[in-house]
């Protein structure tokens, strides 16, 4: 992942200085081992070797995922603890449309959001994925909507497909929203 990240970090330093500005420091030993008991799950090892990269983002000025801040630790178990509540209260029970290897739940205990758009939209780690499914492939998690998509079948070939369309071409710096977004979104 030191590659990749790197690679990353390139693309960055060349067209959007904030942020790279606004990555953390590498995640401990201490706030891993708070994450991971906190979560009650055992983390992919690539997202790990990510987190001991950069624990995330300070989230201060930059967006860096597709319009979404990449989330510290700390900001992963608020991110958690809110669905939850959720969960608990207001969810229970509702179903979304999910595709093919997701389950269909609204919510599962089991999603790792690792990015948010701070409407309650997220790119998550699914941990627990119906029997087609495999467990550590990255979904997306909408509040308002019911759709659950399978994005990558790991956080690894989810990284390296988002790194590969930085250098593409088809995500870009966009000055107007101060984030990565595609171009046609433009």
């Known amino acids: 992942m030191n590659k990749e990240f790197d690679k990353f970090k390139q693309w960055l330093s060349l067209n959007y200085s904030d942020g790279l500005f606004d990555l953390n420091p590498p995640a401990t030993d201490a706030q891993i081992e708070e994450l991971t008991s906190t979560l ?17 983002q300070k989230g201060e000025s930059a967006w860096l995922f597709d319009s979404q801040e990449f989330l510290s630790t700390h900001r992963i178990i608020e991110e958690f603890n809110i669905w939850k509540n959720l969960l608990n209260n207001e969810l229970k029970g509702k179903l979304s449309t999910a595709d093919e290897g997701v389950k269909n739940d609204w919510y599962n205990i089991n999603w790792i959001p690792f990015t948010t758009d701070g409407c ?29 998509e399978l994005v990558s079948e790991s956080f690894t070939q989810w990284f390296e497909e988002y790194i590969e369309e930085l250098f593409t071409g088809e995500l870009i710096y966009s000055k107007e929203y101060n984030s990565i977004v595609y171009k046609d979104v433009l």
């Open 120 to 148: 309650g939209n997220h790119y998550c780690i699914d941990l627990s994925p119906s029997p087609t499914g495999k467990k550590g492939q990255v979904i997306t998690l909408w509040y308002e909507s019911s759709e659950r």
């Open 40 to 56: 009650g799950v055992d983390l992919p090892k690539d997202f790990i070797d990510v987190l001991r990269i950069h624990n995330g």
